[in-house]
């Protein structure tokens, strides 16, 4: 009997920690910025773990001026207004484009917020030629 009762409170410590556990989707749809006249297409999907802090995506576009040089995930801002670069996200730029960042909990309170974008940097547009503010 006391072994069988130890078992159930460990599994259900065990499940109390599963429940708090918790995966979050996000994504956002490009459009041109900083004076780009094309109009570039695709989208950002992304899955936050809460419990690891990881937030994995998958990125995919069409229609810019030129291959991408550079990603980030930019923020804390709202969709218009440019910000400080959150996370950078590695190359090499093929499409699709997947992999995956560990942020911080103030981080993932700003991506919560809707204050976290995805910015494509070309040589036309150094400054970003496509953003995909990231929403639930």
Avoid: C
């Avoid at 072994?3 to 599963?18: E, M």
């Avoid at 429940?19 to 570039?40: C, D, L, Q, S």
């Avoid at 550079?70 to 484009?97: M, Q, R, S, T």
């Amino acid at each position: 009997m006391f072994t069988v009762a130890g078992l159930t409170l460990v599994s259900a410590a065990s499940l109390a920690t599963a429940a708090r556990a918790e995966e979050i989707m996000y994504m956002g749809e490009f459009k041109a910025e900083h004076g780009a006249t094309n109009a570039p297409t695709g989208d950002v999907m992304a899955t936050l773990d809460t419990t690891t802090n990881v937030l994995k995506y998958t990125i995919k576009w069409k229609g810019l001026t030129g291959p991408v040089t550079v990603a980030h995930f930019h923020g804390p801002a709202k969709d218009g207004v440019d910000a400080g670069v959150v996370a950078p996200i590695d190359g090499p730029y093929e499409n699709p484009l997947s992999g995956q960042v560990t942020l911080t909990s103030a981080q993932e309170d700003e991506l919560a917020k809707g204050l976290v974008y995805v910015n494509l940097h070309t040589k036309a547009f150094p400054k970003g030629e496509a953003r995909a503010q990231l929403s639930k």
